[in-house]
């Protein structure tokens, strides 16, 4: 991956993801996880090289079957990429809205997984009313929503203190034992200790 004509951020790179499995994506800043992140989540092209998921070549995959592709993959952002002006539930619920499904279809299953990752409670907060962490959990119920395939984190604990990564920790476990393959993006080395 290179972003225009500077030095390649990603070279000489093959690696596989085994359906379930569970990984750490470590480096300093600037080392290009997150640009990592964005090549497998389809934010950006590579600019050689293969990228297959799910038995797919990226590369190959023509733009109107780009929005299936990203239906199977969640993604929690660093900064969250909250909308302010939804509530809790109405921004955990993004993603089946967008898919077109019926908000009965939906309702049980959304406050079922706000109460799972702790905002039970805060279902009609709007998102600046929310603490990082709280912000960080809605981040993570909206990823996962729609049952996603592959889970990808990018700094998915920067923004809490070490209790609050420990529980979002524990979250993506639980995730990962119901079948979920997660690579998260840190530098936090206690976190993946």
Known sequence: MRYGREAEVLKDISFELPRGSFHFLTGPSGS??????KLIYLSE????????????????????D????????????QEFR??????VFDNAALAPRIAGRKPGAYRADVADLLAWVGLGDR?????????????????IARAVINRPDILLADE???????????????LFMELN????????ASHDTE???
């Open 191 to 193: 976190l993946i200790a």
């Open 177 to 184: 034992r119901v079948g979920t393959t997660l690579l998260i």
């Open 123 to 139: 279902m009609h907060a709007m998102p600046p009313a929310l603490s990082g962490g709280e912000k960080q959990r809605l981040a």
């Open 66 to 77: 780009r929005p299936m592709m990203r239906r199977r993959i969640g993604v929690v952002f």
């Open 82 to 87: 909250l909308l302010d002006h939804l509530t």
């Open 45 to 64: 092209q590579a600019s050689r090289g293969r990228i297959e998921m799910f038995g797919q070549d990226l590369a190959l995959l023509k733009r109107p």
């Open 32 to 37: 290009g996880k997150s640009t990592l992140l």
């Open 156 to 170: 998915p604990t920067g923004n809490v203190d070490e209790a609050k990564g420990q529980r979002i920790l524990r």
